[in-house]
């Protein structure tokens, strides 16, 4: 009995092993086929409706077009957005409420898009980095307006 298992044993460990040699044996000839990526050599491509991290949209001229409404901050079902805003004041003495920090807290986030959704002025968006590991836990929380960046004229 001892013996039959023992057979049997070495039996199925050669099986296996030819078993993979010649999936390995096939896409050695097969190339194009491979679907494994070195990575981070090689970066993923991503599906376009890929989730990864909340970001505000600046343009050329450090301009966004977040008006401190709180859309997404009341949209956000855990709190991963805290909008702070301030008082802007016009050359004729009018103040107007604008956006002074947007604070994401990345390690909070689901990725649902509520937010996104409910900004009027599409002043954020999804972007697709997915590298986001870090030692230290305080790094997560993010402020995304750059410094020194104001609202676009005419974004009301
Ligand atoms: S994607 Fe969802 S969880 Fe993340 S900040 Fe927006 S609303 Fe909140
Ligand atoms: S990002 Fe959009 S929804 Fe959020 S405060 Fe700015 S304008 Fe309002």
Redesign the pocket.
């Known amino acids: 009995m001892f013996l039959k298992d023992y057979i049997s044993d070495i039996f199925n460990a050669v099986k296996s092993l030819l078993t993979g040699m010649r999936r390995t044996g096939y896409y050695f000839t097969h190339h194009k086929e491979i679907i494994t990526q070195q990575y981070p050599d090689t970066k993923q491509i991503l599906p376009e409706r890929f989730r990864g991290e ?1 970001i505000m949209l600046h343009d050329e001229n450090n301009e966004h077009a977040c008006t401190g409404c709180t859309a ?1 901050e009341l ?4 709190a ?2 805290k909008i702070v805003t301030k008082f802007d004041v016009s050359p004729e003495g009018k103040k107007k409420k604008a956006l002074d920090t947007f604070v ?1 807290h990345l390690e909070l ?8 959704v409910a900004c009027p002025t599409d002043a954020i968006k999804m972007a697709q980095t997915f590298e986001h590991s870090v030692f230290d836990r305080s790094l997560l929380t993010k402020k995304l307006n750059k410094p020194g960046s104001k609202i676009r004229d005419g974004v009301e």
Do not use: D, E, G, R
């Open positions: 909340v997404c949209a956000c079902p855990n991963t957005i994401y986030c689901t990725m649902c898009n509520l937010c996104i």
